[in-house]
């Protein structure tokens, strides 16, 4: 019976410390929407950083992400947790006991990880935004401003197509490597900290069937990447977690960052996949806002850039499907849920920023 109490005790206080870290983590949260400028931008955002490049720089140690191993372990373990639990409820006495014992260590569990996210990462989708320090303006522009902005992304894209040799067809272990080298020391120059480079997701061709091309993890400070991904669009990507560690949330933001720091850097085909992959989000706007300056602009473009721009569509129709559309509602929901009202629609408005850019570049 002194067993039984002790242990009801012990439930109660994973309970009590469980409440506490939720507490914690909501009020991090709060602070950050009372105060985004000072608390969040000023505090958090640089704590928060140097944990997350400690944490990317431990486990830059392992070959492999840590995060992608983890997430494995933790699903395996949590079934087992549910069969042995099922099978000591059928086979033992004190069933709500250890019912009790098993949801409060579940809840202390995952109050930690929601006192790391929201400390690490999720706090600062409240902090003012790092991108509002560039001075660029987003307003509604007129259509010949994304007509004009197109046709040069394009002119671009044709010369510096024009001048490379490269196959678009995703890559292999080594040329990743040495890309997420490359595209690391690119963005450390623009930060002015050191990045660790990002990994390849070991499980990327099953993550294609989530139309997701990378993740980024505040619990271990590792940028994630799905190689299974055209080798054009591929910096982009790095570049774009890689910006998430740097503490910018939005996903339009990050688009933003990854576009203007490859665009900026003076290797041609890093700067190729900046051009690249902005046609992929300003030409569907185009098309959808003026079907004849739409055509114009595709007019324009080179058959070799045609090809790489179809290559992209073509490689990802084949993973669409059921896995992709519930991915995309459980991804619509993360970012909702964390201030991100237009959902995934947000990784589209990069636009508004690559229009803003040009006009600060042009003035």
Known sequence: MQHKRH???YSFYKLFLALFFAGAALLIL???RWSPADFGA???RPLAGHILGTLSSFFALLPFSAAEVLLYVLVMTILIGIVGLVFRMITEEGRLRRLFAWFTSIALFASVLFLMFEALFGGLY???PRISSLG???KKRPVSELEALCASLGEEANALSAELQYDVAPPDEKWFVETADNVASIVSAYTGVEQAPPKYVLASKPMSYTNITGFFSPFTGEANVNKNDLTVALPFTMAHELMHRWGVTAEDE?????FMILYECKDPFYRYSSVYMGLLYTLPKLRSADREAYD???AGLSKKVRADINAYYDHWKQYEGKTADVADSINNAYLVINGENDGV?????VVDWLLAYREKKAG
Do not use: I
């Open 7 to 9: 242990a009801l005790k």
């Open 30 to 32: 709060w602070a950050c």
């Open 42 to 44: 000023g505090k958090l």
């Open 126 to 128: 409240a902090a003012e």
């Open 136 to 138: 660029l303006t987003v």
């Open 254 to 258: 990050a688009n933003a960052y990854a």
């Open 296 to 298: 114009r602009v595709t």
């Open 345 to 349: 629609k947000s990784y589209g408005k």
